[in-house]
């Protein structure tokens, strides 16, 4: 049985057929790889980075997954020299981090984002609000330079059943989202 450490966030897998087919995807704090381990069975070429080098051990051998440790709170951003065709990050939230987030994201690439925000500390953690997100922050932090696909953000029953106050958020750099044609009804 999957637990909410290994089963994939619902906004993830919704939104990850949109990533470029065949692209490279970094899974930013990627813990135990839960989402790595989806991208990467649906053909991309993952970086998974985190700190814990423990957590990384488990993705050693996974094809498609290249683990990395990194801390991404104190020590220098591994990735000045790269672009991914998507970015996923998960309930991680380190605000200096969002310039480089940014400028790593490929012209049409995706970035799937959710974490916590705040009334979080209601039901459990994170209480820290250096942890929790601002009612719209994600959409102000994209600004007009990113193509909002999907946003969300309230209350939500997380995968145990316990409710969890979540903001999520769907870009894509550049080119708009192409969305079917409507054809009027026939007559």
């Known amino acids: 049985m999957l637990t909410t450490e290994t089963k994939p966030s619902s906004w993830i897998v919704r ?4 990533i470029p087919a065949g692209g490279e995807v970094l899974d930013l704090a990627c ?9 990467a069975g649906l053909g991309y070429a993952v970086e998974a980075v985190d700190r814990d080098a423990e957590a990384l051990a488990s993705l ?6 290249t683990p990395r440790q990194a801390d991404l709170e104190n020590g220098p951003w591994p990735y000045y020299s790269r ?3 998507g970015i996923v990050v998960s309930r991680y939230l380190w605000r200096p981090l969002f310039p480089s987030l940014f400028n790593c994201l490929a012209e049409g690439g995706i970035l799937i984002y959710e974490t916590f925000m705040e009334g979080q500390q209601l039901y459990g953690k994170p209480e820290n609000p250096a ?13 007009k330079r990113f193509t909002v696909i ?9 995968a145990d059943g ?3 106050v979540i903001q999520r958020i769907c870009v894509r750099r550049g080119r708009p ?10 007559a």
């Open 15 to 18: 939104f990850a057929p949109l």
């Open 150 to 158: 999907a946003f969300e953000q309230g209350e939500v029953l997380g």
């Open 31 to 39: 813990g135990y790889g839960r989402h790595a381990r989806l991208l």
């Open 177 to 186: 989202v192409r969305l079917p044609e409507c054809v009027p009804p026939a």
């Open 83 to 85: 672009v991914f065709d």
């Open 131 to 143: 942890h929790l997100l601002r009612p719209g922050e994600l959409l102000e932090l994209v600004g």
């Open 162 to 164: 316990a409710p969890q």
């Open 60 to 65: 050693a051998g996974v094809p498609n997954v």
